[in-house]
């Protein structure tokens, strides 16, 4: 004979866990309205109520030698004095429809009945369960007619349980067997398999599909959020009946977790709005697009899906006008940090480095260019009309094939479309409305998870899922990677604009297991989405995507840390993809925390996210580097600076404030010998392209007690000199001291003072 556990073995729930069920029963109890009279108490403390009263009645029962019941475990909710016989009526047949609504198949298990069946074997059903008979046969019909006329035998109503043995005895008699023809198959390794083992039965243990470390830290403290419950119960059902594990597995939980309510969102806000048309942009939409059409597809809802290939790269500089073009913004919402040089700069507004050249000053020409020196090139070249012109003209031909792209790929009919973006600023989004204003007359509405801005603009109109700040916004790119590369423009092709593509990212993807997690993702959105057209009383949810975004970010797992960690990813200016946060090695941390001072970190980091490469440190990598931070001012870490000058053949690195001395002259006058011109008074020493002629400070004579060579101001007069640099940190103070140096008789285009306070801000 063969006999089978029936939960978690043959049949399972939606819900993540059974006390799922009493989360779903308490959203009914609150919301419908033929259970108004029952007390308000109950019907908002059910969840509570209900585990704690089964607690009682397990008490109860072992000490009176019955079993538990439902019938017992509502008389035990009953002690509230809040519930007549009709409500506890009423609990336990809403109990019994609950779990008839939500019970699930495990096609597995349910196949090797039907083949024990077909090949004429004994087979009998046992559960553990203060449900029925009838109840668990009407939950075992719903998932298979195999069940029908198999024997089941329930805990509840022997007044006997598998775990002291007792069930399989009667069990036993009753079947007239011997225990050595009896094989065994269950998902409790205490019941369905010691106990079984003890009686003389065969047992096999049936490992039944466990939650990831992800899924159990949601479910922490949001054990009674329905929506929780049902979103985490799709995705181990999915992993469950499709046999998914590595990467389509984190496809499923957290992916499938943190973008299915927003693209559920999405699809409701069309419905409310009367928007037919969804526009997803590359490659961000690409993921979202798949999940939105299967919901779309599930719900039977009339709304049209596109994808769209854009880009920065391809939609920014060609959308600019004269009018329009800024080259401080352009700069600012590409990060300034990651552009050092001249030849980074014409890479980001995609003009030649021989164009640029000739509207560069020449203090700036092959200098490494610190964020702040950067600023104020942007600045230069903002003001400078003829280059603004240049840039223009540089990209009319890439607005005309953007433009007809567009024109090409949206209906603009009516105003009936939206487009759906992932994270950012809204700016690229701006640069599009700009290109399509030469053929579309409605505000453009885009739809975001996040956004980090506040307010609309003329032509844009922007809604966002979840309004918040999410420092890392990167790893929300990680969770919609697509199978191609960037797009960087268009072209014609047979009558047709086409997009461009440049890098090898998307290939690169497909390797690393890009396609095994949207399987995952696709898997748990038609099991969702199933579970949401069963239950119309399911609504969009920010809970479960914020619970995930805040365990991806501060406790994520070895597994998710190592696939976010070393996934392919291309961060705006990098010409191949590199690691999105790889592990840093002794090397990386001493260059970054014993020889670096103020140099941005990508000077001696090859990552996109080096919050994330903190996050995998390991306990002996945060030990080295809470000693490089302590040696970093000391010997060591001076010494250490010396020697990477001599092997990397670098004269200059960046001192404490961040002083820009490629833009000096040869001959200098230092004025200020506090504790900003002393560092300042060392780093042009180390630099050794310029000569200081001479050190002045107001105060000379209390620097000359410190052992200091300072000089008073006025000697100033009788020397030779290319430049005086003001070295005081204060801007007030700075324009005090260059207003006096003018008063001496100083020319002021021979006064320097640089501001080093961060001008990104």
């Not at 109990?95 to 077909?118: H, P, R």
């Not at 389509?248 to 973008?259: C, E, P």
């Not at 603004?388 to 031909?397: G, L, R």
Request: with cysteine; aromatic share 12%.
């Amino acid at each position: 004979m063969y006999s089978f556990d029936v939960f978690d073995t043959l049949i399972t729930r939606k819900t993540a866990t059974p006390k799922g069920i009493f989360a779903l029963m308490q959203d009914k109890l609150v919301k419908d309205e033929q259970y108004i009279g029952i007390s308000d108490y109950v019907r908002n403390n059910f969840f509570e109520l209900r585990i704690n009263s089964e607690a009682l009645a397990g008490f109860y029962c072992s000490n009176t030698h019955c079993a538990v019941t439902l019938e017992r475990i509502y008389y035990a909710l009953a002690m509230t004095g809040k519930l007549s016989d009709a409500d506890v009526k009423a609990l336990t047949e809403l109990e019994k429809q609950t779990e008839y609504e939500n019970v699930v198949g495990i096609n597995e298990n349910i196949s090797k009945v039907k083949e024990l069946a077909s090949k004429g074997e004994h087979i009998v059903l046992i559960s553990d369960m203060y449900l029925d008979s009838g109840t668990i046969r009407k939950m075992l019909l719903k998932a298979d007619n195999i069940f029908k006329d198999i024997p089941l035998y329930v805990s509840c109503e022997y007044n006997a349980a598998k775990d002291n043995g007792k069930l399989y005895h009667i069990i036993k008699n009753k079947e007239n067997l011997n225990n050595k023809d009896w094989f065994h198959f269950g998902d409790n390794f205490i019941s369905d398999v010691q106990a079984a083992k003890n009686h003389g039965i065969k047992p096999e243990l049936y490992k039944y599909q466990c939650l990831l470390p992800c899924e159990q830290a949601v479910l922490q403290s949001n054990e009674n959020n329905s929506f929780i419950q049902l979103a985490v119960g799709a995705a181990r059902n999915a992993r469950l009946n499709h046999k998914l594990d590595g990467t389509a597995a984190i496809g499923t939980s957290v992916g499938g977790g943190l973008l299915f309510s927003y693209a559920w969102w999405i699809v409701c806000q069309c419905r409310q709005n009367g928007i037919n048309r969804l526009y997803f942009i590359a490659r961000d939409g690409y993921v979202l697009k798949i999940t939105a059409d299967i919901i779309i597809k599930k719900l039977g809802y009339n709304i049209e899906t596109h994808y769209i290939y854009g880009s920065r790269r391809a939609w920014r500089m060609p959308s600019f006008t004269n009018s329009s073009i800024n080259i401080i913004d352009i700069i600012k919402a590409s990060d300034p940090g990651t552009i050092n040089s001249i030849k980074q700069l014409s890479e980001l507004l995609k003009i030649s480095e021989s164009g640029i050249a000739k509207f560069v000053p020449e203090g700036y020409k092959g200098k490494f260019l610190s964020p702040n020196v950067l600023y104020d090139l942007a600045v230069e070249l903002q003001n400078n009309n003829e280059f603004k012109s240049y840039v223009i003209d540089c990209h009319k031909q890439e607005r005309q094939m953007a433009v007809d792209y567009l024109k090409q790929e949206i209906d603009t009919s009516d105003n009936a479309f939206a487009f759906v973006e992932l994270y950012g600023s809204g700016y690229t989004q701006i640069c599009m409305a700009n290109l399509m204003s030469d053929f579309c007359p409605f505000t453009i509405k885009t739809f975001y998870f996040a956004l980090d801005r506040i307010g609309n603009i003329d032509n844009c109109v922007f809604y966002s899922f979840i309004p918040c700040y999410f420092k890392l916004n990167y790893l929300l790119e990680t969770f919609c990677r697509s199978p191609h590369s960037l797009t960087v423009g268009y072209c014609k092709q047979n009558d047709r604009i086409m997009p461009v593509f440049e890098g090898e990212e998307g290939k690169l993807l497909i390797i690393y297991g890009l396609n095994d997690y949207i399987s995952g993702i696709e898997k748990f959105a038609d099991e969702f989405a199933g579970y949401i057209y069963n239950n119309s009383e399911i609504a969009p949810s920010v809970s479960l995507s914020l619970k995930y975004l805040h365990y991806i970010a501060n406790t994520p797992d070895k597994q998710l840390q190592d696939y976010i960690g070393n996934m392919p990813f291309n961060n705006r200016l990098e010409k191949q993809p590199i690691k999105f946060a790889p592990m840093l090695s002794a090397k990386d941390i001493c260059n970054i925390y014993l020889i670096r001072t103020n140099e941005p970190i990508k000077m001696f980091y090859n990552g996109c996210c080096f919050e994330y490469s903190l996050l995998r440190c390991r306990k002996k990598d945060n030990a080295l580097i809470e000693f490089c931070k302590r040696h970093n001012t000391k010997l060591l870490g001076k010494t250490a600076r010396f020697v990477y000058k001599l092997l990397n053949n670098c004269g200059y690195l960046y001192n404490e404030y961040n002083f820009p001395v490629e833009l000096l002259q040869k001959r200098i006058v230092l004025y200020g010998a506090g504790k900003a011109g002393q560092k300042i008074h060392k780093t042009i020493k180390d630099y050794k392209k310029c000569k200081i002629a001479s050190w002045v400070d107001a105060n000379y004579k209390m620097c000359r007690k410190k052992g200091l060579r300072v000089s008073p101001v006025e000697s100033i007069v009788k020397l030779t000199y290319d430049q005086i640099v003001i070295a005081v940190l204060d801007k007030f103070t700075a324009e005090q001291i260059k207003a006096s140096l003018v008063s001496m008789g100083v020319p002021t285009e021979k006064i320097f003072w640089f501001d080093l306070n961060n001008k990104w801000q």
